[in-house]
């Protein structure tokens, strides 16, 4: 158990709350409902849009915020009430989109409360329609999306090594290391994006503040609670910030070796119960 005071659980979705099947467990109900009998909160952060998490708010009786699209939007589970949003601007994002393709990946781009997309026979495009819950819609090109300002864009290809790839490549071109190349605190110093793999098959690419370690600090504003409070647990890169900004912080067993070096603790894999063994060994306990 943690030595220092843990008051919420800040939680990853795929890979960590759910299994390879997307699926919610007993055990991992279970679990939650022992940490608010605990009076420990519990939240969730994920790629996923606020739709794609309704369910599993649902099932768990969520009261915290949700924080959908790596924290590009936070919303209130009973009323999907939007608490706060950040978008990419059209031109960054049509940049975005341009270089991904030339990686060579498929573009999906999540915009209001849409998903679209080009090629209806893109990898993994039936498993995303199962996971967020609703369909795509198949377009010609990105225009109307880039209109309504894009919660995120996604890479989407099989080659692992291509979409790691792309991403080290995006986060060279739009992310720019403050202490590297800036004097001054100017505009040109501030990242334009943040991008990160949050499946091996997928690259995620949001506004800057749209990352999981701003989740943390959003949350801890919005509930009063100090991050150093946060528990958080996760299986992807894209979840390092959060464990960074978090007083405790957990890798799952099917987790990198990097994450599993950034992490507090490591618990089972994703379909060995890893979440709930987590809640019932390093935090409840």
């Known amino acids: 158990m943690p030595s220092k005071k843990i008051s919420i659980v800040l939680s990853d979705v795929d890979g960590t709350l759910v299994d390879s099947q997307k699926r919610l467990t007993e055990r991992a109900k279970a679990a939650i409902l022992k940490l608010s009998d605990a009076g420990i909160k519990f939240a969730v952060t994920s790629g996923r849009p606020p739709r794609g998490i309704t369910m599993i708010a649902e099932q768990v009786k969520l009261s915290a915020p949700i924080a959908a699209f790596n924290g590009g939007m936070l919303v209130d589970p009973a009323t999907m009430k939007v608490l706060t949003q950040f978008t990419l601007d059209?031109?960054?994002?049509?940049?975005?989109?341009?270089?991904?393709?030339?990686?060579?990946?498929?573009?999906?781009?999540?915009?209001?409360?849409?998903?679209?997309?080009?090629?209806?026979?893109?990898?993994?495009?039936?498993?995303?329609?199962?996971?967020?819950?609703?369909?795509p819609v198949q377009v010609k090109d990105f225009a109307s999306a880039l209109e309504q300002g894009v919660a995120k864009v996604v890479g989407v290809d099989d080659d692992y090594a291509l979409v790691a790839k792309a991403e080290k490549g995006i986060q060279d071109e739009f992310e720019y290391d403050v202490h590297a190349h800036c004097t001054t605190l100017s505009r040109d110093c501030e990242p334009h994006v943040s991008a990160a793999r949050s499946q091996p098959y997928y690259l995620d690419v949001t506004h800057p503040k749209a990352n999981k370690g701003s989740v943390v600090e959003m949350l801890s504003d919005l509930l009063g609670i100090p991050a150093a409070e946060f528990a958080t647990i996760g299986d992807m890169p894209n979840d390092v910030l959060m464990f960074e900004k978090s007083g405790y912080s957990i890798a799952m067993g099917q987790a990198n070796d990097q994450l599993k070096k950034s992490a507090t603790a490591v618990t089972?894999?994703?379909?060995?119960?890893?979440?709930?063994?987590?809640?019932?060994?390093?935090i409840l306990r």
């Open 90 to 135: 059209a031109e960054t994002a049509r940049s975005v989109i341009q270089r991904v393709e030339e990686y060579g990946l498929d573009v999906w781009v999540y915009a209001g409360v849409d998903w679209y997309l080009r090629n209806l026979n893109a990898p993994h495009r039936e498993k995303e329609e199962l996971t967020v819950r609703f369909a």
């Open 268 to 282: 089972a894999g994703m379909d060995d119960e890893g979440f709930a063994k987590a809640m019932e060994d390093f």
